[in-house]
């Protein structure tokens, strides 16, 4: 018993002193200390998180893939064989697609299939606010989830042609395992979030049109079309 409580406790600091490397990645201290919309749905939070990564694209080129993201839409844009190794089912879409550009409050955005993990729906957070080429705010509460959390994902202009997104995690938990929960999933939780940012940046800055006295050929389409698979 007493080298289990050890090894607990070792495991515990060192999860502590990752914590700074992995939790508010590429996030400034003014983005972590500001108050965003959906931080006051879950107030007194047990855990926050803020990550965030510079765009070289305007908020028009970043909107349309951060509104079609979902399990069964336009996926996370992440690794995809790393969300999938836990089993959650994802396709990233490389390509916008018109039928999931309508994203209204009360929709759901379905983060893993039915059945994951022994929940029954899966993972599926409720949308509560959104405004368009600004943000979404997304809600999990129990009974539908055991969690008390918000997810809300802004977009940030910077002059007209460039824009931060940021990512906002807010959650309240109940019981002491639920926080080790947290603590333990929160390197691969970071690694996914970071991943998101990543793939969405990579995906908006290919759609940017090249200036007018560049050479046509040199730019990337407006639209890139999805691989074969």
Not at 41 to 62: C, F, M, N, R, Y
Not at 99 to 125: F, H, I, N, S, T
Not at 161 to 167: F, N, S, Y
Not at 210 to 228: I, L
Request: charged share 25%.
């Amino acid at each position: 018993m007493r080298h289990n409580m050890v090894r607990l406790a070792l495991l515990g600091a060192c999860l502590y002193a990752a914590r700074r490397y992995y939790r508010n990645w590429g996030a400034t201290k003014e983005e972590c200390a500001m108050a965003l919309p959906g931080d006051e749905l879950v107030k007194g939070p047990t855990v926050q998180t803020t990550e965030a990564v510079s765009i070289d694209a305007p908020v028009d080129k970043v909107w349309p893939w951060l509104v079609q993201i979902g399990q069964d839409r336009g996926g996370l844009y992440s690794f995809e064989a790393l969300e999938n190794l836990f089993g959650l089912q994802f396709r990233n879409a490389d390509r916008i697609h018109p039928d999931w550009q309508q994203l209204e409050v009360g929709d759901v955005v379905r983060l893993a299939p039915k059945g994951w993990m022994g929940l029954r729906d899966g993972v599926v957070l409720r949308v509560v606010d959104t405004v368009p080429q600004q943000r979404i705010v997304l809600r999990a509460a129990p009974p539908e989830l055991p969690w008390d959390a918000v997810w809300s994902l802004h977009i940030v202009p910077h002059w007209e042609d460039r824009c931060r997104l940021i990512i906002r995690r807010r959650a309240r938990m109940r019981h002491p395992g639920e926080v080790l929960a947290v603590e333990l999933a929160g390197p691969v939780t970071a690694l996914l979030a970071r991943g998101m940012l990543i793939g969405i940046k990579r995906r908006a800055e290919m759609q940017r049109e090249p200036p007018a006295h560049a050479d046509p050929g040199a730019g990337v389409v407006a639209r890139s079309v999805e691989p074969a698979r």
